[in-house]
T-cell receptor, first 114, second 116 residues
């Protein structure tokens, strides 16, 4: 089984500042990793995913994430945030092979202040 | 890209009535659809997995007689909340997986159900 830990439930930041949202996972097998964003009263939108290859993954809206196998982490970063980035962010993991059902973290609320 | 349409986006119903939520894949065939429930400020809780033409697989603790799932075609799955009660009020989200797609699930926009 897999588990996902998002250490920060809420991250406040000022506009144009950099941000990092942390995600750690636990799994006995190799995994795929995902970050999703959820705006209020909407479904989830895929930001980026790591499947294999380069550990630095670039996604939409200027976000990127780095897979660190030794630290079992997949932190999400953006060098300069906008007010419109205020949303809930979910990290998810899925084991290679086996069940294709992803496991989600509890989410991190990113709040961008002007 | 793949699009999943979920309707209605909001619904208010009286206690004891039933509510149907539709989830449609618009430009791909969804062999598998997932139904989630999300409580305020919490993550998604998987309720059930439905495969086209077969019975849904419910997660432990989810009442299958209360949350009826039908996946009659490759593009449509429905979730019916039967005899709804106020504690069923929540945000329900569907997602779909295309045949051969091993990663990246497309989510619907969610349905806010309020039972009064």
């Amino acid at each position: 089984a897999q588990s996902v830990t998002q250490l920060d439930s809420q991250v406040p930041v000022f506009e144009e500042a950099p941000v990092e949202l942390r995600c750690n996972y636990s799994s006995s097998v190799s995994v795929y990793l995902f970050w999703y964003v959820q705006y209020p009263n909407q479904g989830l939108q895929l930001l980026l995913k790591y499947l294999s290859g380069s550990t630095l993954v670039k996604g939409i809206n200027g976000f990127e994430a780095e897979f660190n196998k030794s630290q079992t982490s997949f932190h999400l970063r953006k060098p300069s945030v906008h007010i419109s980035d205020t949303a809930e962010y979910f990290c998810a993991v899925r084991a290679l092979g086996g069940s294709y059902i992803p496991t989600f973290g509890r989410g991190t609320s990113l709040i961008v202040h002007p | 890209g793949a699009v999943v349409s979920q309707h209605p986006s909001r619904v208010i119903c009286k206690s004891g009535t039933s509510v149907k939520i539709e989830c449609r894949s618009l430009d791909f065939q969804a062999t598998t659809m997932f139904w989630y429930r999300q409580f305020p400020k919490q993550s998604l809780m998987l309720m059930a997995t439905s495969n086209e033409g077969s019975k849904a697989t419910y997660e432990q603790g989810v009442e299958k007689d209360k949350f009826l799932i039908n996946h009659a075609s490759l593009t449509l799955s429905t979730l019916t909340v039967t005899s709804a009660h106020p504690e069923d009020s929540s945000f329900y989200i569907c997602s779909a997986r295309a045949s051969g797609e091993d990663y990246g699930y497309t989510f619907g926009s969610g349905t806010r159900l309020t039972v009064v």
